[in-house]
């Protein structure tokens, strides 16, 4: 099967050829959500999750990531909700230790960087905090708001993430 990145580019040219001009930014967007939405319907989950990790790993896809996780919350995927966000936690919180050592020298573009990371992370965590929430797993939720403490004391990425997670689909970072 084609990845997402195929397929768009499929639909973007068949659609600009029936409109006979390139897309504008928000029918590009459009047709991103349509086609995204498609691959919910179909169940292309573990497909989705990988090219989240892929293209927002770090930074960015908030929609996406909002999205898919209200659908996995809606029918209960507690797997795949610790892979979605496990995974995007695991990438943010190292992006930000990657920003934080120049940030705490002064370097004023790493501070910036830092907290831009920091913030990404923070949207991650919260989308998962919500997830454990909905699902009633207050153990685990209690578990990453104390992760979450750490994450925000700028405690080392290897004392703020746990050794492992839930996950069985694919690698974390």
Same mark, same amino acid.
């Given at each position: 099967?084609?990845?997402?990145?195929?397929?768009?580019?499929? /639909?973007?040219?068949?659609?600009?050829?029936?409109?006979?001009?390139?897309?504008?930014?928000?029918?590009?967007?459009?047709?991103?959500?349509?086609? $995204?939405?498609?691959?919910?319907?179909?169940?292309?989950?573990?497909?989705?999750?990988?090219?989240?990790?892929?293209?927002?790993?770090?930074?960015?896809?908030?929609?996406?990531?909002?999205?898919?996780?209200?659908?996995?919350?809606?029918?209960?995927?507690?797997?795949?909700?610790?892979?979605?966000?496990?995974?995007?936690?695991?990438?943010?919180?190292?992006? $930000?230790?990657?920003?934080?050592?120049?940030?705490?020298?002064?370097?004023?573009?790493?501070?910036?960087?830092?907290?831009?990371?920091?913030?990404?992370?923070?949207?991650?965590?919260?989308?998962?905090?919500?997830?454990?929430?909905?699902?009633?797993?207050?153990?685990?939720?209690?578990?990453?708001?104390?992760?979450?403490?750490?994450?925000?004391?700028?405690?080392?990425?290897?004392?703020? /993430?746990?050794?492992?997670?839930?996950?069985?689909?694919?690698?974390?970072?």
């Amino acid at each position: 099967m084609p990845t997402f990145a195929v397929e768009l580019e499929r /639909l973007w040219a068949k659609r600009a050829k029936e409109l006979g001009r390139d897309l504008t930014g928000d029918e590009s967007r459009v047709l991103d959500g349509q086609l $995204f939405q498609s691959w919910i319907d179909a169940g292309r989950l573990d497909e989705l999750i990988r090219t989240i990790h892929a293209n927002s790993g770090r930074d960015g896809g908030l929609e996406d990531i909002v999205v898919l996780g209200y659908h996995l919350r809606e029918i209960g995927d507690e797997e795949r909700i610790h892979s979605l966000f496990g995974g995007l936690v695991s990438r943010r919180v190292k992006a $930000f230790h990657a920003w934080w050592p120049r940030a705490l020298q002064g370097h004023v573009g790493c501070m910036r960087e830092a907290a831009r990371a920091s913030a990404q992370a923070m949207d991650a965590y919260v989308e998962y905090f919500h997830s454990l929430e909905r699902l009633g797993l207050e153990s685990q939720r209690d578990a990453l708001r104390e992760e979450m403490q750490r994450f925000q004391a700028r405690e080392p990425a290897k004392s703020v /993430l746990p050794k492992r997670r839930g996950s069985s689909i694919g690698p974390e970072a």
